[in-house]
Each structure stands twice: as C-alpha cells, then as structure tokens.
C-alpha cells in the first residue's frame, strides 16, 4: 500500500518550497519510473537503497539527489520498494537552499554531497528517524540553516512576472506577448530568462502546456486525448502526441498504462527533476 503524507513548510522556506510530500512506495511492475518535467527543482531524500538516475547527463546514485528544471525524462530504477522525502523547489530556491543557480543545475541530476557538505550526515540522522513529522522537522531544519545569513539574490521583476504569466496560463501565450507586457524585447527576455531559470520562454511554455495536459489526464472522468489536447493549447492530437514523447519519452497511451496507478489519487511518485 502507497503513502504520500504531505507537509507545510515553515513560512520562512515557503519562497522556496513549492511543496513538500513523503513517499513509502512499492516497487513498479516495470521497473522504472518516469520523472516528467515540471515548474519545479526537486530535492529528493530516498532512504531505503540509493536512487539510480540516468537520463540527464551522467548516470547517478546517491540517497539524496537534486534535480533542475529539465525538459527530458529522468529514468528512475523502480525495481524495489521506495521510502523517503521528496521537497518541490521554486527557481529561486535553488540558489538559496543548495547554492547554486538554477540556471546551472538546469537539465542535471547531481548528488546532494556535491552541493552540501552536510547531506550525508542528514542522510543518516534521516534513515535513524520513523516518524513523517520528525523526517520533515530535520529537512526543515537543515534547509533553514542554509538560509541562515545567507542574502538570496533577488529575481528581476520582469523575469518572475513572465515565469507567473506563462504558468498561469498554462503555456497557452505567445513570448512576444509576454515580453511586451513586462516591457522587454523577446532576445532580450530570453537572455535573462535563462539566466534565471536555465529554460528559455519557450521551454517553459512547453512544460506549462504538458502539465496542463498532465492535469487533465488525473483528473476523474478523464476527457479524450484530443479534448485534453484542444484544452491545454496544442494544435491538435497529434501536436500533443508528439510533445508528449518528447517530454515523457513514451506515448500518452503507456504512460497511462505504465505510471497512471502511481500517481492518480493525487499520489507524488518519487524522482529527482519530477513532481510526478
């Protein structure tokens, strides 16, 4: 039987934590588990066996692993029963939380020891605690102290009001549009979007469609593909089928068949550079 419980973040982490869930998890019948992109970095601690990642660059194993915005799939071994913390991280939290920009962890799965000096023993404290609230209390705990002195560096304004337009609209503007309406140049825009985020303003519109459409493919009384694909801005089924693989890395159809009973019910199933 899964478990995912959830927990609120303390308010001075909320800038930077999207969302934060548990996991206790059965081994996937095939395997593997597919992390999808999404508007969001991930921290992942895994605490049974270390998590085994390929797809983003070199391959990785490691207990607890953070994951950039990426607009391929991350291959996660699904062979063996899974256990652990999984935290959402805003663009911004990335440099605040792990000290890096997440410009430079876009597109890369890397080992948490490789950011934090302290992550193995975290690690370890983590395997030793039973209790969900006490896991989450020592998460919450070490990620404040990271913010502790630190000074973040603040988001230009017009980048963070084009990354909330495209995501409130669920991909379904033009960049021209965006960039006029925060007062840039579209080159211009692009330039300092990716410096932020490590997406250009397409990719982001890219994944904001594909969540969308992910979102109506969870949801009871799923609608046919080529109404999901109407609703979440693509021009037709066959755009959505082509985007799909390309940021799934298989059809609508085996996702539906192969990940929709991890994640329906409103489950999270573990993955570095997924919320998925």
């Known amino acids: 039987m899964a478990t995912f419980p959830t927990h609120d973040p303390p308010t001075p982490l909320r800038p930077f934590v999207a969302a934060a869930h548990g996991y206790a998890v059965p081994a996937n019948p095939t395997g593997l588990h597919r992390g999808l992109p999404s508007r ?16 983003l660059g070199s391959p990785v194993a490691a207990h607890a692993v953070a994951g950039g915005l990426h607009t391929r799939p991350v291959l996660i ?6 256990e652990g913390l999984q935290y959402a991280l805003t663009p911004l939290g990335a440099e605040a939380l792990l000290g890096l920009p997440a410009s430079e962890l876009a597109g890369r799965d890397l080992d948490l020891a490789d950011l934090l000096p302290e992550a193995d023993r975290l690690v370890a404290r983590l395997q030793e605690t039973r209790s969900w609230a006490a896991r989450f209390r020592l998460l919450d705990e070490a ?5 502790a002195g630190r000074e973040v560096p603040a988001v230009r304004p017009e980048v963070a009001e084009a990354w909330r337009v495209i995501f409130r609209r669920g991909g379904q503007t033009r960049i021209g549009t965006v960039a006029t309406h ?21 990719e982001a519109v890219r994944i904001a469609r594909f969540e969308h459409a ?8 799923r609608p046919g593909l080529a109404d999901v694909a109407a609703r979440a801005g693509y021009a037709d089924q066959p ?5 799909w693989r390309a940021l799934a890395g298989c059809s609508v159809g085996t996702w539906l068949r192969e990940e929709l009973p991890f994640v329906q019910d409103g489950a999270h199933r ?3 550079g997924s919320t998925s």
């Open 77 to 82: 071994d699904a062979s063996a029963p899974q």
């Open 239 to 243: 755009h959505l089928a082509r985007e």
């Open 182 to 202: 925060v007062g840039w140049g579209r080159r211009h825009l692009a330039e300092q979007f990716r410096l932020v985020t490590g997406l250009t303003p397409r």
């Open 214 to 221: 992910r979102g109506l493919l969870l949801r009871p009384g």
């Open 143 to 147: 990620l404040l102290a990271r913010l």
């Open 40 to 55: 969001h970095l991930t921290l992942v601690v895994e605490l049974l066996a270390p998590l085994r990642l390929s797809g």
């Open 270 to 272: 573990t993955g570095a």
